[in-house]
């Protein structure tokens, strides 16, 4: 007997069955799986083709049950005369009872919005659309890949009368890293004879794929070469196999990438710009209370059938492990409670007991240091962390209430027909008893406004009320927002849509609207009362039903109140860093040190420009701000002048801490989190008590320091040439490898920088002299001659000597040219060499003969072509350099020289197609001497 026909069987004998013994008849595909043996998709797959064929009937509702249509019966299934079901399109009538995502935990919360994309990725004709996976390590990211895979088999099952499956294959990109030739082989097969040993054609993971789906995990771990190879199969649907050099074959694949790793940094933008859908899965923290306390029972429920034994899991267990701030989020939380398990079954083995006891002295003692800070929770939530939670092999883990009951925390009726009832028992008059009535409303709201600050009201279901009145309460918000003067959050948007669904229930059924305190409404609160009466059209259409007098008052409490002004103001603490997971690494190692989660992190590829970084930031700072304004804790270059710019831009107090440690990380978070101050006060106490901290940490590393010696690196306008002229010296002395390279900018105070290397500061390089007196300063310009090397060889090899300079300017600049010319793909990366080496020797000369008079010296001729070479190459990547806080203290004081300088610098960027900022300018005007010395204003350079 064929499958099919062992699924008609099985839903004929149970319809049978059903109907005799007087019950609904209907079974579902995932009981004909189970009972049959097979698998869920081909089930489903079977019970729709016999459906189709007029064998079956289903009902329309969710769960989809099937049934005979030879022994239903009209008064206990549906009428199949009552749908067409051939005019229908399969995918669009049974677009509800798709399974594949419905065991995914935080389906219909959390994770609803990334469900949603997938599914719109998997249905999008002919064959999906290609998905990039995104979240950190254990977040479930290969459990969504499987999930898109089922979907689409279910939809194919719906819409096809064939019997094949969709391939779903796996290839993790991580094994052929570093080897592109394999990497061609294994996905895309290759040819007879293509290289030595190919005896054969062998099919790749493509072909293997084909009309399916290929999961590309770690898709990070491919190298630029192997994320071009797959460019044509993305863009055309085509591939060649290794070996083949003219026939192109095709394949219908849906490809599906997962990565840990920051896309901007690990993927090429040419290749990012191919795959349309990017869904990024939140991190275990950042899920709802109630889906951390399903995903722990879930995982102790697969324990539980693997051991065939009932587990309890205590109150206090499940407590810390629902605040368990997991650093591998989803993956760590299962292996910690097998672990748990594990233990705990040693234990019941010695015992007579009859279930097996997770208790809290089986948990690892490094948990409890990642255990975040209590939240406050519904009394159902409180309930079972009070009494813990029994895992049967075949049951139900957690009681019904918590997964699908939401306790309100406002009901206005319920509270006043209570009120209403206890005090007529005390034989109050009217007037006292609403007196007394409205008086306890007032403390009513006051409580409300309290409950709404709980954490676990973001995790409320939105199905719970009705789209409509989602609308209609957004829509009074939206208009009394500008006539109240105050703006309205989330938390005031809930409550007031709560409270209109249990009105509109109320009305429908007839039930008395009585508001005890309307005439004071009215008479106190007249501005809010005459909002919602203008409102009244919109909200009546919106409910369905009129709104009396009564109610409006009711309502107009919720614009008068509000629900989001109470909150606790803190400092927003946020970490900057460059790199892949610098700043992640340390804002993690403070969360779970201080309980919390209030320490952000931001990372910044090194190839991410400047404008992109100074647009996130601004986001980043308004989500992080809480009232108090927010503490940047950054680590080096341009970073650490944008304190103005990003005050000015977000409107919010902003103060930036530079020399960001994982020390400085924790102590900011201490002080924000457990003191009450203000954001300058938080600012100087971090600042002295991590001096304090670091003092002796400074001492101890000069006695280490010793002879090893230290080179400072002088820029005016970043770390960027700094860098170049390390990479010039470790070029020509290469045992200078060894050695401290500390970097000094506009800025920096140099001074206590030389402080603290003391005496193992052996010179200062750059483009700006530091005047430290007994430590020599080698210009840049004078390691582009074998007599400025050879002084800069003694110094590193000896220690500061005294030499005279000697015939180390001797060069004309003619020769300074060819030495500049010899040395500037060094520093040009985006531009041609040979336009920036014309567009920098007639750049020198017109400011020469247009600002100086005709005399230039040689350093200065240097550092004019140094600079302009790394500015318009820095300009044409896209990064040019933020307004500097001295920009128009530097404008007014030398305006002549600014106005001829931005018309030098303007027509020379004309010839390469670059256009020059007045940031720029600035910087490149700070580098040049000043022609009025005595006319100056002071500022720092």
Known sequence: MVRIDRVREYVESHTSETVTAGKRPGVSAAEVALNLRIHRNDASADLNKLFRSGYIEKSGTKPVLYFSARRGQADTVPDPSKANHSEIPENKQNADERAAFSGIIGSEGSLKAQIELAKAAVVYPPSGL????????????????????????????????????IPFVTFCCADYADNSQLLLSQLFGYVKGAFTGADEDREGFVDRARGGILFLDEIHRLPPAGQEILFMLVDKGTYRRLGETREERKAQVMLIGATSEDLASSLLTTFRRRIPVQIMLPRISERPLKERIALIAHFVKQEAIRLGLPIWISGEALQTFSYYNCPANIGELRNDLQLCCAKSYL????????????????????????????????????????????????????????????????????????????????????????????????????????????????????????QNIWEAANLLLNNASDKMSRKYGRKTLVALALHLQQFKERAASGRIIYNP??????????????????????????????????????????????????????????????????????????????????????????????????????????????????????????????????????????????????????EAGRRVLTTEECLEQAVDTIYDLYDEYTLTLRRRRHSLVGTKGTVLLTCSSGAGVAEKIKEILLSHFPDAGTMNFITAGAMSDVRSIAAEWGGSLRMAVGSMDPNLGTVPFIHVSEL?????????????????????????????????????????????????????????????????????????????????????????????????????????????????????????????????????????????LSILPDRHPADKNQHNN
């Not at 007037?431 to 409950?451: I, S, T």
């Not at 989500?623 to 804790?633: D, F, Q, R, T």
């Not at 040979?834 to 001729?861: A, N």
Request: aromatic share 6%; with cysteine.
């Open 130 to 165: 290609h998905t990039l996976l995104c979240g950190e390590s254990g977040v479930g990211k290969s459990l969504m890949a499987e999930a898109m895979w089922r979907y689409a088999a279910e939809i194919r099952a719906s819409q096809s009368q064939s019997d094949a499956k």
């Open 347 to 466: 234990a019941y083995l010695a015992s007579s007991s009859d279930k097996l006891i997770v208790a809290v002295d089986v948990i690892p003692q490094r948990i409890f240091s990642m255990v975040r800070d209590k939240e406050t929770t519904e009394n159902s939530t409180n309930r079972i962390f009070k009494e813990g939670i029994l895992v049967q092999p075949g049951g139900q883990p957690l009681p019904q209430a918590l997964l699908n009951d939401y306790e309100l925390p406002i009901d206005l009726y319920g509270f006043i027909d209570k009120k209403m009832e206890a005090y007529r028992q005390t034989r109050l008059s009217d007037a006292e008893l609403e007196r007394q009535v409205g008086k306890d409303l007032e403390k009513y709201f006051d409580a409300a406004v309290h409950a709404f600050l709980k954490p676990d009201i973001h995790g409320m279901p939105l199905s719970i009320v009705q």
């Open 517 to 666: 305190n309307l005439k004071s409404i009215q008479a106190e609160q007249a501005k809010a009362y005459s909002i919602v009466t203008e409102n009244i059209p919109d909200l009546t259409q919106k409910l369905g039903v009129d709104v009396p007098p009564d109610e409006i008052g009711f309502i107009a409490m919720f614009l008068v109140h509000g629900f989001d002004d109470a909150v606790k103001q803190r400092i927003g603490l946020i970490v900057v860093a460059h790199g892949r997971g610098t700043a992640q690494s340390m804002a993690e190692v403070a969360n779970n040190l201080l309980g919390t989660d209030h320490v952000k992190a931001y990372d910044i590829p090194l190839n991410k420009s400047n404008a992109k970084t100074v647009e996130e930031l601004q986001e980043l700072v308004l989500s992080a701000n809480e009232g108090k304004g927010v503490i940047l804790l950054v680590d080096m270059g341009f970073l650490v002048t944008m304190e103005s710019m990003l005050t000015q831009t977000t409107n919010v107090p902003l103060r930036i801490i530079p020399n960001v440690t994982t020390a400085l990380v924790l």
């Open 784 to 924: 582009f001659t074998p007599e400025g090397l050879r002084y800069a060889g003694v110094l590193l090899a000896q220690g500061a000597i005294s030499e005279s300079q000697g015939d180390r300017n001797q060069y004309s600049e003619k020769e300074v040219f060819m030495l500049l010319a010899g040395q500037l793909n060094k520093f040009v990366k985006t531009l041609p060499l040979d336009k920036i080496k014309l567009c920098c020797e007639k750049l020198v000369e017109e400011i020469r003969d247009g600002l100086f008079e005709g005399h230039l010296s040689k350093d200065t001729v240097v550092r004019i072509y140094l600079h302009a070479a790394c500015m318009f190459d820095r300009i044409n990547a896209g990064d040019a350099l933020l307004p500097p806080e001295w920009g128009e203290q530097i404008q007014a004081d030398r305006r002549q020289e600014f106005q001829q300088l931005k018309r030098i610098l303007c027509e020379a960027g004309a010839g390469i197609m670059v256009e020059v900022p007045d940031s720029e300018i600035c910087y490149f």
